[in-house]
Every structure is written in structure tokens, then in C-alpha cells.
């Protein structure tokens, strides 16, 4: 009786290790990286600002290219506890004169032209 015991503890042990076996007490944390860009934020800019006024409304870029400074990307994961990803990309464009040319990314997109 008592090997029978040992043999069923020894047996819950080994399959608490495995993945495929989910237990309902474990809490897994929603984990979010990079810039949170909103559509009021989208909407707000408008072709002709300054990158200081970009970045006043969206915050510093999470990318800024070393060898094509005038390109700015925005990117944001988010993974939840059910392991649904979340992925948004925003790329913005300037001249020059640092002026904003384009916005190219995954909110729907209004450009305000002065």
C-alpha cells in the first residue's frame, strides 16, 4: 500500500511538470511592449508638423533608423493570459526639413493636409 502511495505521488509530480497539463489556480500576466498609440492620438497629426510636434503627441519613437533618420516607427505587442497577441506597427515619415510626410501603419489613418 504504501509503494502504491509513493508510485501516485511520484506520478502527480511528473505530470505537474508537463505543459499540456493546466492547472486553474495559475495566473499568467498580460505582458505589453513598446508605444500605446491610440486613433485620437492618429488623429490629431497632420502632415506638415514638426518632428518635436510628433512627439509631443505620440511620445518618442520606439525605433528611430541610424542610416534613415527621417523614418520614425511606433511599434506595441501586447500578449494576454490566454496568449491572444496583439500587434500594431505605425511608420512615419519626414523631410528634409523635418516635416511630417507620410503616416503608413495599422490604424485607420486620416491625414489632415494644411
Same mark, same amino acid.
Given at each position: 500500500? *504504501?509503494?502504491?502511495?509513493?508510485? /501516485?505521488?511520484l =506520478?502527480?509530480? /511528473?505530470?505537474?511538470? =508537463?505543459? !499540456? @497539463?493546466?492547472?486553474p489556480?495559475i $495566473?499568467?500576466?498580460? @505582458?505589453?511592449? &513598446? +508605444?500605446?498609440?491610440?486613433?485620437?492620438?492618429i488623429?490629431?497629426?497632420?502632415? &506638415?508638423?514638426?518632428?518635436?510636434q510628433?512627439?509631443?503627441? #505620440?511620445?518618442?519613437?520606439?525605433v528611430i533608423d541610424t542610416?534613415?533618420?527621417?523614418r !520614425?516607427?511606433?511599434y506595441?505587442?501586447?500578449?494576454?493570459?490566454? +496568449?491572444?497577441?496583439?500587434e500594431?506597427?505605425i511608420s #512615419? *515619415?519626414? +523631410? *528634409?526639413d523635418?516635416?511630417l %510626410?507620410?503616416?503608413?501603419?495599422? %490604424?485607420?489613418?486620416? +491625414? $489632415?493636409?494644411?
Amino acid at each position: 500500500m *504504501r509503494l502504491y502511495s509513493i508510485l /501516485l505521488l511520484l =506520478c502527480v509530480f /511528473l505530470f505537474a511538470g =508537463c505543459s !499540456w @497539463v493546466q492547472f486553474p489556480s495559475i $495566473h499568467k500576466v498580460t @505582458v505589453q511592449q &513598446g +508605444n500605446i498609440v491610440s486613433q485620437d492620438m492618429i488623429d490629431k497629426l497632420q502632415i &506638415g508638423m514638426s518632428k518635436t510636434q510628433v512627439q509631443y503627441i #505620440l511620445g518618442t519613437p520606439l525605433v528611430i533608423d541610424t542610416f534613415d533618420p527621417s523614418r !520614425w516607427d511606433y511599434y506595441y505587442t501586447k500578449v494576454d493570459s490566454n +496568449n491572444n497577441k496583439t500587434e500594431q506597427q505605425i511608420s #512615419l *515619415r519626414f +523631410n *528634409r526639413d523635418s516635416a511630417l %510626410l507620410s503616416i503608413e501603419g495599422d %490604424l485607420s489613418i486620416i +491625414n $489632415h493636409d494644411k
